[in-house]
T-cell receptor
């Protein structure tokens, strides 16, 4: 079936270091969404990208959608302890009107 | 998010018993979903609904059934609970199936333990 692969599965960084998680699909996506789940919490929608090559920023977070609309990345600059959690990408499958979630990247931070 | 509530928040049940989880929304969204979350597997879709009495299977639907008799309520039933169904269950809602308006809104989750 259609899959959205996300790497790495886990990432541990020192506070202040940068962090990046990557999302890859074997098929072209109509859109890509990113969610954050704090420990013990539920996924919360962060942002959506729709256009080829699109880049969006939210403070220290930068989201990119690849030119071929098959991959995406989330980059956090100068991590803070409040960034701890699991980050999920979710790709919209073209023609299927379906959202497929990646496995998530769990970010832990050493203060 | 205040627009979606799940009940119960926690439940412990015995193997072989039926269990029903409830999801209630006040957003009047058309689409509702049930996911389970397990370590290493992310979010896996169990069933979803695209309207009253309109439901379809997700990728891990075996052992589960759903019902949606009203726009605001989506019930998930484990017909005969097994230990492999111990998980955290999330309900989600959206205006479109691909979430192209404001993404999916998730409930706070139900932690189910089958002993």
């Amino acid at each position: 079936g259609q899959q959205v692969m996300q790497i790495p599965q886990y990432q541990h960084v020192q506070e202040g270091e940068d962090f990046t998680t990557y999302c890859n699909s074997s098929t072209t996506l109509s859109n890509i969404q990113w969610y954050k789940q704090r420990p013990g919490g539920h996924p919360v929608f962060l942002i959506q990208l729709v256009k080829s090559g699109e880049v969006k920023k939210q403070k220290r977070l930068t989201f990119q959608f690849g030119e071929a609309k098959k991959n995406s990345s989330l980059h956090i600059t100068a991590t803070q302890t409040t960034d701890v959690g699991t980050y999920f990408c979710a790709g919209g499958i073209q023609g299927a009107q379906k959202l497929v979630f990646g496995q998530g990247t769990r970010l832990t931070i050493n203060p | 998010d205040a627009g979606i509530t799940q009940s119960p928040r926690h439940k412990v049940t015995e193997t072989g018993t039926p269990v029903t989880l409830r999801c209630h929304q006040t957003e009047n969204h058309r689409y509702m979903y049930w996911y389970r979350q397990d370590p290493g597997h992310g979010l896996r879709l169990i069933h979803y609904s695209y309207g009253v009495k309109d439901t379809d299977k997700g990728e891990v639907s075996d052992g589960y059934s759903v019902s949606r008799s009203k726009t605001e309520d989506f019930l998930l039933t484990l017909e005969s609970a097994t230990s492999s169904q111990t998980s955290v269950y999330f309900c989600a809602i959206s205006e479109t199936m691909s979430g192209t308006v404001d993404g999916y809104t998730f409930g706070s989750g139900t932690r189910l333990t089958v002993v």
